[in-house]
């Protein structure tokens, strides 16, 4: 049995009415189009939407990924810059070992080669040009990074040289014990100024007034300090490294036995003890037993006192 529907229409316009009588299957079919209708229109709306959202996402994401490899690419050029412009720290490198007599480091080991470094640092969901970009700056950054290292392990060493350069420098006899007063005798043999005869002078006489401040010439310590034959009151400073030196004719001694002295402290006064004519310090440096001309120690003319 066939049911209906009727449907009635009003025009208002020209005052009529009609209507139609339709079965309950085509209202059915009718509502289920409609609907199928709107839900199409809808999913195509959607789809059209999120096809216009992932474009703009993609067109945003391609101008990041662009700036980002233009960054990229600026960060490499800078360090290869940095890296290229490291010869410099290279060749000072080199002049601070030549001038502390240390050996140069050879340049296959600043070179620092390093192989395969792409690789290790390949990502799977970039491109291939953009990995090897990173790859590039990977291996950039791990050449400069050991360069550094190098350097500062360098810079270490050299460092130890000068403390040892300086530890010997300082126990070495180089300043004047009485600054700025002249050599009265030199080192070598001479007339001999009380038996007139030619004996052998081994120390240089530097003329000053008694009481005047005599002082240490390097580091050392105090091995002797009292009377010693001819010397008179003497002080025998032991430096190491084979050195030694001697202040004799003292009036006073001013520094006890076993002493560590420093360079430039005052240990004693000129004066006129023992076999002398007249107040002076008689100054010897004795190298591994032997005494030497102190001139070659020492500037006499160096007004300075450490």
């Keep these: 049995m066939n049911h209906f529907i009727d449907v009635i229409f009003i025009s208002h316009r020209r005052n009529r009415t009609f209507g139609l009588k339709l079965p309950v299957w085509f209202m059915f079919a009718l509502a289920a189009t409609i609907a199928l209708m709107t839900i199409a229109t809808a999913v195509l709306f959607l789809r059209h939407t999120g096809d216009t959202i992932a474009r703009v996402s993609l067109m945003r994401a391609e101008q990041e990924n662009r700036g980002l490899i233009a960054r990229l690419e600026a960060c490499y050029g800078i360090l290869e810059n940095t890296k290229n412009g490291f010869e410099d720290y290279v060749a000072q490198d080199n002049r601070e070992r030549t001038y502390w007599q240390m050996a140069h480091i ?5 070179s620092m080669g390093i192989g395969g470094i792409s690789s290790v640092f390949s990502v799977t969901n970039i491109s291939k040009n953009t990995n090897r970009l990173l790859g590039d700056v990977y291996e950039s950054l791990a050449i400069l990074k050991s360069r550094c290292q190098l350097r500062k392990k360098s810079l270490d060493e050299i460092n130890g040289q000068i403390d040892k350069k300086f530890e010997l420098w300082s126990h070495i006899p180089s300043i004047d014990p009485i600054p700025g007063k002249a050599v009265g005798s030199d080192f070598g043999y001479r007339v001999d100024p009380i038996t007139k005869g030619i004996r052998m002078h081994e120390g240089v006489d530097l ?10 010439s390097a580091d050392g310590i105090v091995v002797y300090n009292g009377w010693n034959l001819g010397y008179g009151l003497v002080v025998d400073i032991d430096h190491g490294y084979g050195f030694l030196s001697r202040y004799a004719h003292c009036n ?3 520094v006890k036995l076993g002493e560590v002295v420093k360079r430039g402290q005052v240990i004693a006064t000129v004066g006129a003890t023992g076999r002398v004519t007249c107040s002076h310090l008689h100054y010897e440096v004795h190298v591994s037993g032997v ?8 500037d006499l003319t160096d007004y300075i006192v450490d």
Excluded: R
């Design 106 to 110: 050879h340049p296959d080991v600043w």
């Design 207 to 216: 003329g000053a007034a008694t009481g005047t401040p005599i002082y240490a």
């Design 252 to 254: 006073s001694i001013l």
């Design 291 to 298: 005494k030497v001309n102190p001139e070659y120690y020492i």
